[in-house]
């Protein structure tokens, strides 16, 4: 875990530099907390959707039972909403993006995994999961899986362009400026499995070709963030689009449209 604690903490660090901002993390727990914590934010609130969460357990952060694809909290409610390693557990992930969205006023950091070559070569020989069935394994059998039930969950890998595309369907008013960022963890899904002995001695072996492959493609590597920034004026709307004062709405321009159509 330590690899990925550490891209955790770092990219954190250069994206959401200033830590007075204040900060909800879905899909949450201690990791999260501890992060966000000895970074030295103050102004937190840790949410998931799991019952069996003490909210003592995160102070002095904030807690909030929530799901992440139907956020209770009103438009622009924090300046960032972080979710680490969590969207893939969604029934609908790409509707937890944009409640991220609705909810924050600064912007959305994700942390998921691509869907590159390399990790489409790892899951065909089940060196890593398609479906966390580990997940609900070692909880219980009952929670851990898809929306936190005992269902395993597919694990939903994204990439630059789908990212793109859900934001700007859902808010297509101006053109997102999104910062990506990625990092190296090995594979350890086999080190799990009671049979995995042999992909486990293969994975040794390829250790150092997959540390140079990563570093020359670096977007095969398999940890993955992206910062969605959320525009703070309206001088970045797209040219067809006109903000009205008077009624607070944006709307098609048709003075624009009058110049570019007959």
Request: aromatic share 16%; hydrophobic share 35%; net charge positive.
């Amino acid at each position: 875990m330590e690899p990925r604690i550490n891209f955790y903490k770092k990219t954190v660090d250069e994206l959401i530099p200033s830590k007075n901002n204040s900060i909800l993390i879905c899909g949450a727990g201690h990791l999260d907390k501890n992060v966000f914590q000895s970074l030295g934010f103050a102004s937190v609130t840790i949410s998931n959707l799991d019952t069996r969460t003490k909210p003592e357990e995160f102070a002095p952060f904030d807690w909030s039972f929530q799901n992440a694809e139907d956020l209770s909290f009103e438009n622009d409610s924090f300046d960032y909403v972080v979710i680490h390693a969590a969207i893939h557990h969604a029934s609908l992930p790409h509707k937890v993006l944009t409640q991220m969205y609705r909810v924050a006023k600064k912007g959305v950091l994700a942390f998921e995994a691509r869907d590159s070559l390399l990790m489409r070569f790892l899951e065909k020989f089940d060196l890593t999961q398609v479906y966390e069935h580990a997940a609900v394994h070692h909880n219980s059998g009952k929670y851990g899986g898809r929306n936190n039930t005992e269902i395993p969950n597919f694990v939903y890998r994204w990439t630059e362009r789908e990212i793109e595309k859900t934001i700007q369907t859902y808010a297509p008013f101006y053109k997102h400026r999104i910062r990506y960022r990625y990092g190296t963890a090995f594979p350890h899904t086999p080190k799990i499995v009671s049979k995995g002995r042999l992909k486990v001695y293969f994975l040794r072996i390829m250790q150092p070709f997959y540390w140079g492959f990563s570093k020359i493609f670096k977007r095969q590597q398999n940890l993955f963030a992206f910062l969605i920034e959320k525009p703070q004026t309206l001088e970045g709307l797209f040219p067809w689009l006109s903000y009205d004062k008077k009624n607070c709405k944006i709307g098609f321009d048709i003075e624009w449209g009058n110049k570019h159509y007959k």
